[in-house]
């Protein structure tokens, strides 16, 4: 459970329990007595947008080398905030993933592209799911594109002269 405390700040609490009706009862006594304490109990609904900005800046970057990161926010600006910038985190769906990944298939963009698109969309609804202890991902189940593989026959060789021409250039400088 996350909320806002009086104060302003953010919390957030969590329950075990073998059963799921003991979490839920549980969970309504906490409600329960944070209303009664005049906590103004309102769960968080971030935007994507600022939910990736700080798994980008904060979990991603002292792991991950300057320019995977420079990468990494740039996939995010050019191909997934356009299509889920602006979406609560509570609301994202998989039919809205699989539009997205669809979208950037029929914009003609290469299969590494969307996946990296894809895998940041990935990373940061699992970093939504620990913060937040939600069960389910929308990304399970997203059908990516078939990569083009060349065949034997797309690509060239060169010619025995050709070979010849570039060892002599290559010895001459």
């Known amino acids: 459970l996350s909320w806002v405390d009086s104060a302003g700040n953010k919390q957030r609490k969590r329950w075990r329990a073998k059963k799921q009706s003991e979490v839920k009862a549980k969970l309504a006594?906490?409600?329960?007595?944070?209303?009664?304490?005049?906590a103004d109990f309102k769960p968080e609904e971030r935007k994507f947008r600022d939910f990736a900005d700080e798994w980008v800046n904060v979990i991603l970057k002292p792991k991950i080398k300057p320019l995977s990161y420079q990468r990494k926010v740039s996939t995010l600006e050019n191909q997934v905030y356009k299509h889920l910038g602006n979406t609560p985190m509570s609301k994202i769906t998989h039919a809205q993933?699989?539009?997205?990944?669809?979208?950037?298939?029929?914009?003609?963009?290469?299969?590494?592209?969307i996946k990296k698109a894809y895998e940041a969309v990935l990373g940061c609804m699992r970093y939504y799911r620990v913060t937040t202890s939600t069960a389910f991902n929308p990304c399970e189940d997203i059908t990516l594109p078939e990569a083009n593989r060349?065949?034997?026959?797309?690509?060239?060789?060169?010619?025995?002269?050709?070979?010849?021409?570039?060892?002599e250039e290559a010895t001459r400088t």
């Open 29 to 38: 006594e906490f409600k329960k007595q944070l209303l009664l304490n005049g």
């Open 97 to 113: 993933i699989q539009k997205m990944v669809n979208d950037l298939t029929d914009s003609g963009l290469s299969y590494s592209t």
């Open 150 to 167: 060349k065949e034997d026959s797309d690509i060239e060789f060169f010619t025995k002269e050709e070979r010849i021409k570039i060892v």
